[in-house]
């Protein structure tokens, strides 16, 4: 019985994360359950898992949580329920959203757990620190992403590649030629800058093929999304960023791939659904015994591949200079694109302005190193401060 710590439970992978582990009752059991605000859904979680511990994020509503939940469940709240909750388990599934998972990445990989991580800006914006983290023993980091498990799974059939690492990540990328990773493309794929000039916030919001939560859905509208997915990629696999590529793939059936040194490229597919890369994360090296959809090979379907238009979605070229450059430059990008994010959900800025904010934002980053986490902090801290100064003070182009 492998025991799950869930923090981030009530957002969208949290509650597929809870769908998949009732399907496994004999395989898992939920000890810990964390959010940030959310008492009502957290109390309904808990009636029905029973955990050991239950956090909320903000101690303000710690007491109002305590009298709700049962007796014999511990309450926590704030910086040291989040740490408690996310060295408890066996596995630690980090669904917090945006650089506010950093602490949770961080105590999942020191205290030598497995971190399936949801929550790729954490290992984005903190990968120096991170890295080191993972070289705690015992430590391992699956991803909860349906691109980079694909490429786990790919990997894994190369037993020379996956062999160096305990959690088949960090193994010999010699033998790997390229990592394709596929994109869906987004709402406002085919579309030209131009005619993107007056998107509202809903036209972004209607993803084609994933349901997901806000943030990520208009990352990617943009691509952003698949720009820090590159970074994602290479900071979990150790692959160059000149042999990984993006294709998009708008049937998102094919979740991405590996080509080898001999011409060989491996992909996986399934039908979109995050409850798999879920479940494969929790059960590694393991298959869990429940399949959420199968593709259905009598229904006729084509599976099509293009690049994407990089003059529209110059985010992509914007992530792979962050992520070559290195230091705190992709804890900046990753800091400006959420505050860019949240302000075109607000309606403070055009959608063709997130990408610009970021950009705009990069220009001023200083350079330099990122070795503790305090520095981290704070560059996350100082690009946050440049960026909602440039939405504050940004004019539309006519
Ligand atoms: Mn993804």
Known sequence: MRTVSLVGSTGSIGTQALEVIASQPDRFRVVALSAAHSVDALVEQAECVRPELVVIGDPSRAAELSSRVGPGVQVMSGPEGLEAAASVADVVLNAVVGFAGLPVTLAALESGRRLALANKESLIAGAPIVQRARRTPGAQLLPVDSEHCAIHQCLATSPEVVGCGSDGTTG?????????VTASGGPFRGRTR??????????????????????????????????????EAHELFG?????????????????????????????????????????????WPERIGAAFGRIDWSDPCSLSFELPDRSVFSGIDLAYRAGRAGGPFPAW??????????????????????????????????????????????????????????????KEAA
């Open 333 to 394: 990008l990753n800091a400006a694109n959420e505050i860019a994010v949240e302000a075109f959900l607000q309606g403070r800025i055009s959608w063709l302005a997130i990408v610009d904010v970021v950009d705009a934002a990069l220009a001023e980053c200083p350079g330099g190193s990122l070795t503790s986490l305090d520095e981290v902090l704070d560059a996350d801290r100082q690009a946050r401060r440049h960026a909602q100064a440039l939405v504050r003070g940004w």
């Open 239 to 283: 692959v160059p960023y000149d042999r990984i590529d993006i294709v998009v793939h708008p049937q998102s059936i094919v979740h991405s791939m590996v080509e080898f040194i001999d011409g060989a490229t491996l992909a996986q597919l399934s039908i979109p659904d995050m409850r798999l890369p879920i479940g494969y994360a929790l059960g």
């Open 194 to 231: 131009e005619s993107l000039r007056t998107v509202t916030v809903e036209q972004a919001l209607a993803h084609p093929t994933w349901k997901m939560g806000p943030k990520i859905t208009i990352d990617s509208s943009t691509l952003m999304n698949k720009g820090l997915e590159v970074i």
């Open 172 to 180: 010999d990328s010699a033998k790997v030629a390229r990592l394709i």
